[in-house]
């Protein structure tokens, strides 16, 4: 189905964006999973690209995931895969001089992230929607466990925690209701704590379906997954309108594979792109107001 279809035109008449509220967001596309059409709006006035209309609560594709299902490549991608940008979000902690060390990461998975920071003195904390990669986490990280909410999740620590630094990688686009969330994560941040997420960047989506759609193909960015694509504008906006002070919005560097000729193209794309709002990848650094 095509963002021109009958059913995205009747659609977007009755629907509002869920950031800023301003009507009409404009269909970009649609791709069909399970039975059901899911399609991406983008609001002209905050920027922000969302899905519209019924959503499950939580991914069942995700919470479903079986311990056997986490296999080596699936690892990889929360490991080595991200490690140059786990190097980059360590210079931008030093950079703003952030020295507590408690550390909770949001959909930690099987704990890649809380694995490099604990090498780097942090003590760490985390919980997973899914059960089977909370389990693989806990193994060496005790704090871990099995929910989809911090609040819940702070309740069932031993004692009350606030954390210095909270992080979400690639699962903040995933949050079908962001400001619950970052409500949540103001009650358990320390004074002067950092909230820091990093989200792949909505303003490349029409360039993606346009490419997509010469070749013939859907575009492959799974908006039943990732129900909100951020730009830099509405990444800032997010976070403001929700009680936070936005630090610094910037390109993530570019997560590595295996060294090939795509690699290295795709490696200088990163680069090329790094300072435009077509970046691939973004992060933001937030802090609870003085």
Not at 37 to 50: G, I, M, P
Not at 207 to 229: C, D, N, S
Not at 244 to 256: C, M, R, T, W
């Amino acid at each position: 189905m095509t963002p021109g279809s009958d059913l995205a035109a009747t659609a977007v008449t009755a629907l509002t964006c869920k950031l800023c509220g301003a009507p009409d967001p404009v269909p970009v596309f649609s791709e069909a999973a399970a039975d059901a059409v899911f399609t991406s709006y983008h609001c002209r006035a905050c920027d922000l690209f969302q899905t519209l209309g019924d959503i499950a609560a939580v991914s069942p594709d995700y919470v479903d995931l079986t311990a056997d299902q986490l296999d080596p490549m699936h690892v990889f991608l929360q490991t080595a895969h991200k490690k140059t940008a786990f190097d980059q979000w360590s210079r931008i902690i030093r950079r703003r001089g952030n020295s507590g060390k408690r550390l909770l990461d949001i959909g930690c998975g099987v704990g890649g992230f809380l694995d490099y920071a604990s090498a780097n003195g942090f003590e760490t904390y985390g919980f997973d929607a899914s059960a089977a990669q909370a389990e693989q986490a806990r193994i060496h990280h005790p704090n871990v466990r099995n929910f989809i909410d911090i609040d819940s999740y702070c309740t069932a620590l031993r004692e009350p925690v606030k954390f210095d630094v909270i992080t979400m990688w690639d699962v903040f686009e995933h949050i079908r209701t962001p400001a619950e969330l970052i409500a949540g994560v103001r009650r358990h941040l320390a004074p002067g704590g950092v909230f820091f997420v990093s989200v792949p960047n909505g303003a490349p989506n029409p360039m993606k379906v346009k490419l997509a759609r010469m070749r013939g193909r859907e575009p492959g960015l799974i908006p039943w997954e990732h129900v909100f694509y951020y730009t830099r504008n509405s990444l800032a906006r997010v976070m403001k309108d929700n009680g936070l002070d936005v630090a610094e919005i910037g390109a993530v560097v570019p997560y590595v594979r295996p060294m090939s000729v795509h690699e290295a193209v795709r490696r200088a794309g990163f680069g090329l792109l790094s300072s435009t709002r077509y970046a691939p990848q973004l992060f933001a650094v937030t802090r609870l107001p003085a």
